[in-house]
């Protein structure tokens, strides 16, 4: 009994900024999505895949403000092996089997990180304001004060905030119109997404509520009280497929309730003889392409990194144009390699990430012609020409001409033998 062929058909597919590849059999339907806005070029894809079915764009050209695909995809030699969607630290690549996503398929290992919020957690808004990735989003689920207390004008009273214990949380202001809060442009040297917490005086009724709500009890107040304080409650999310495990929500955080567990561990230095050619805030590569904002410029220094932000992806060394960021990572977690007929391929790549070696098949033993040499012509020379003898066999081809034209000529010449017809011709003509 002859086996049945297994059809194999590969599609691709442009969404938006959305490259999208397909491939289906009899048994599977594999999608590759790649996002490349959401790409970084960080070559991690490009180093893993062992096919070397990607190649990288111009990245520094990218990271300068060129609109265009940091890494180069080419479906026709792609295996959907997933290794370019498990070891993306940016998640620009996703790649799901029958719809499933790999990273929550136990036989495809993929990088490991997390980002914990424990019982610390107020909840507040300083990690969602932080988050360079606005991968944090927060729910409060207490009531406002519009419910619990609603505004009455005309009421006297004083209220005053103590900055020195006020943490700028933002609770207040989530729980009453009379509280503002003053954001800044968050900087890696400068954490604190917020400058300062105002009172709207128009605003505030002096119900005290606000008193015993605040966790640091920064807030005093006084006046005739009314209506009943809530609990501060509610509910932190993150987004997996925006978060890059910077660290900024643990750094950030005043009440040590962010735990971050990173993919990579390594090493970044600037290159201090190639640091002349720098021009951080003309050429900005390395900020546009860093996904964790770690890049700043100080006061004393040309340019620097907070290497607490860094997580290694290499974007930065890639995009800079005069060779001055070095990267190198140590360490990767990754969730087990399991007992697969595919197995030692996927640690090839795990080794790849820290090495950026790629082990791939030995093709030396393959086939190959060699290309012919490409023959170097002779350039055509054109022969000279003597007027004088063109002239004369210009005139003998006119005898000869006009004769064949005669039929009685012709047929006496067929006549007689070829070479007494020669002869012949050679007399009239001469």
């Known amino acids: 009994m002859s086996e049945e062929k297994l059809e194999v058909t590969v599609n691709s597919e442009v969404d938006g900024s959305h490259f999208i590849f397909t491939q289906k059999t009899?048994?599977?339907?594999?999608?590759?999505?790649?996002?490349?806005?959401?790409?970084?070029?960080?070559?991690?894809?490009?180093?893993?895949?062992?096919?070397?079915?990607?190649?990288?764009?111009?990245?520094?050209?990218?990271?300068t403000g060129l609109d265009a695909p940091p890494v180069i995809i080419d479906h026709t030699k792609c295996s959907f092996?997933?290794?370019?969607?498990?070891?993306?630290?940016?998640?620009?690549?996703?790649?799901?089997?029958?719809?499933?996503?790999i990273l929550e398929l136990q036989e495809f290992p993929h990088l490991e990180s997390s980002v914990?919020?424990?019982?610390?957690?107020?909840?507040?808004?300083?990690?969602?304001?932080?988050?360079?990735?606005?991968?944090?989003?927060?729910?409060?689920?207490?009531?406002?004060?519009?419910?619990?207390?609603?505004?009455?004008?005309?009421?006297?009273?004083?209220?005053?905030?103590?900055?020195?214990?006020?943490?700028?949380?933002g609770a207040c202001a989530e729980l009453c119109p009379a509280f503002v809060?003053?954001?800044?442009?968050?900087?890696?040297?400068?954490?604190?997404?917020?400058?300062?917490?105002?009172?709207?005086?128009?605003?505030?009724?002096?119900?005290?509520?606000?008193?015993?709500?605040?966790?640091?009890?920064?807030?005093?107040?006084?006046?005739?009280?009314?209506?009943?304080?809530?609990k501060l409650t509610g509910n932190i999310k993150v987004d997996d497929a925006k978060c890059t495990r910077c660290g900024w929500c643990e750094a950030v955080c005043p009440y040590d309730a962010a735990e971050v567990t990173k993919p990579f561990e390594g090493e970044?230095?600037?290159?201090?003889?190639?640091?002349?050619?720098?021009?951080?805030?003309?050429?900005?590569?390395?900020f546009n392409v860093c996904p964790s904002k770690a890049w700043i410029i100080p006061k004393d220094k040309k340019i620097d990194v907070v290497r607490d932000f860094c997580t290694y992806c290499g974007a930065c060394?890639?995009?800079?144009?005069?060779?001055?960021?070095?990267?190198?990572?140590?360490?990767?977690?990754?969730?087990?390699?399991?007992?697969?007929?595919?197995?030692?391929?996927?640690?090839?790549?795990?080794?790849?990430?820290t090495t950026q070696e790629r082990s791939r098949p030995d093709v030396s033993h393959t086939l190959s012609m060699e290309k012919a040499e490409r023959k170097v012509e002779p350039v055509i020379v054109r022969p000279y020409v003597n007027n004088e003898f063109r002239k004369l066999v210009n005139e003998r081809i006119q005898k000869v001409s006009s004769l064949l034209g005669n039929k009685q000529v012709r047929r006496t010449w067929e006549k007689k033998e070829p070479a007494i017809a020669l002869q012949e011709i050679k007399k009239r003509i001469s």
């Open 181 to 230: 809060l003053v954001e800044k442009k968050a900087k890696a040297d400068d954490l604190m997404p917020f400058e300062n917490l105002l009172v709207n005086r128009e605003k505030c009724d002096y119900c005290g509520i606000c008193v015993p709500f605040c966790p640091e009890e920064a807030i005093k107040v006084k006046g005739e009280f009314f209506g009943e304080a809530p």
């Open 317 to 353: 060394e890639k995009a800079c144009h005069v060779k001055a960021i070095g990267v190198k990572r140590t360490n990767t977690r990754h969730t087990p390699v399991e007992d697969t007929p595919w197995a030692e391929d996927w640690k090839k790549a795990i080794v790849c990430l």
């Open 26 to 63: 009899g048994k599977s339907k594999k999608l590759l999505d790649y996002d490349y806005k959401r790409c970084n070029g960080c070559g991690i894809c490009v180093e893993v895949c062992p096919k070397k079915a990607i190649e990288p764009g111009p990245i520094i050209e990218i990271a």
């Open 268 to 286: 970044i230095e600037l290159i201090p003889a190639k640091l002349k050619g720098c021009d951080p805030v003309g050429c900005h590569g390395c």
């Open 81 to 101: 092996c997933g290794m370019c969607s498990a070891f993306c630290p940016v998640k620009a690549v996703r790649m799901t089997v029958n719809d499933k996503d």
């Open 116 to 169: 914990v919020f424990n019982d610390k957690c107020l909840p507040c808004l300083i990690c969602k304001k932080s988050c360079p990735e606005e991968a944090i989003s927060m729910e409060f689920t207490f009531p406002k004060k519009e419910k619990l207390a609603p505004f009455k004008e005309g009421r006297k009273g004083e209220i005053e905030v103590d900055m020195d214990k006020c943490t700028l949380c």
